[in-house]
């Protein structure tokens, strides 16, 4: 069973391949995406992260979940050595660059903790996929063209199963503009680079580190090629695709994704695949040369 809402201003998709009743379960988890929307909106005047950013709470009144978000926020910022920083120029925090990833996360634990063993939740093209499909084999997720998103896909990977990854993220900024900005330097347009997409164990890792890439621009794909138990594929502005050294482990020859990764929300899209063979060169937008990065 598979149901789609509207939270947080994204789609957000949740599809149960548990032969048992799912009702209360999707329920749980939409129920579960409206309570962090009202908690971490920047644009909800009194969202508690709205309130913090007014000086209206102090940080011993901190909930539980902001202080576990904000801790995480920090942590990311020391690993990504200050790459991913979610405290603005203003002084204010934002800190939708992980909290999606965080919400994709703890919900599809809500669903494990209720005895649920095979499903995705695509937020936003944000996914976490545990178990398997309908037909008993990993989750099947599609990469969309940064340059025509709603027209073709340029990659399928498996997640969930036995591949030992559960979270796949993608940023970039074809869907939303740019959201994205390098802390170690403001200024910066970030605009070689239209897509980074991070396959990681669940939803959360990949999402904070796809965040972090992106800022990096061009260096993003080698901090991820360091990263351990983390894959990357990059896209520039030219339309060549860089990937770390294992990440064809996870790409597959089938076509019919069951979900997207996107920094879009997910929309149909074409069975079309337009890589190239791998080694680098130029490539006209929409249509992709890739290679691929091995470790020393």
Do not use: C
């Not at 994709?104 to 209720?114: E, N, Q, Y």
């Amino acid at each position: 069973m598979k149901l789609t809402r509207t939270i947080m201003g994204m789609n957000i998709s949740v599809e149960i391949a548990d032969r048992r009743k799912h009702k209360d379960a999707l329920a749980k988890v939409f129920g579960h995406f409206a309570y962090v929307d009202g908690k971490f909106s920047t644009y909800k005047k009194e969202s508690e992260i709205s309130r913090i950013n007014r000086g209206e709470i102090k940080e011993s009144e901190y909930s539980p979940d902001m202080l576990a978000v904000l801790s995480l926020a920090e942590k990311t910022r020391k690993e990504t050595s200050g790459y991913f920083d979610i405290r603005a120029s203003d002084g204010k925090l934002d800190p939708s660059g992980i909290v999606k990833g965080w919400a994709i996360k703890t919900a599809a634990d809500i669903l494990s903790g209720d005895g649920y063993d095979n499903f995705y939740i695509n937020a936003g093209g944000d996914i976490e996929a545990r178990g398997v499909n309908q037909k008993g084999e990993p989750w099947k997720i599609g990469i969309r063209n940064p340059f025509s998103p709603e027209k073709e896909i340029i990659k399928v990977v498996s997640l969930g199963g036995d591949t030992g990854k559960n979270g796949m993220a993608t940023s970039g900024t074809y869907a939303r503009g740019s959201h994205i900005y390098n802390p170690q330097k403001r200024d910066d347009s970030l605009s070689e680079i239209v897509s980074v997409t991070v396959i990681g164990p669940d939803a959360y890792e990949a999402d904070r580190f796809a965040t972090a890439a992106f800022a990096m621009g061009p260096f993003g794909i080698y901090f991820l090629e360091k990263l351990k138990g983390f894959e990357g594929y990059m896209v520039d502005r030219r339309g060549i695709a860089t990937f770390t050294s294992n990440f064809e482990k996870f790409s597959n020859n089938d076509r019919s994704p069951e979900t997207f990764s996107s920094a879009a929300s997910s929309n149909a899209a074409a069975r079309e695949a337009a890589l190239g063979e791998a080694g680098q060169g130029q490539a006209p937008r929409g249509k992709f040369s890739s290679t691929g990065r091995r470790r020393n």
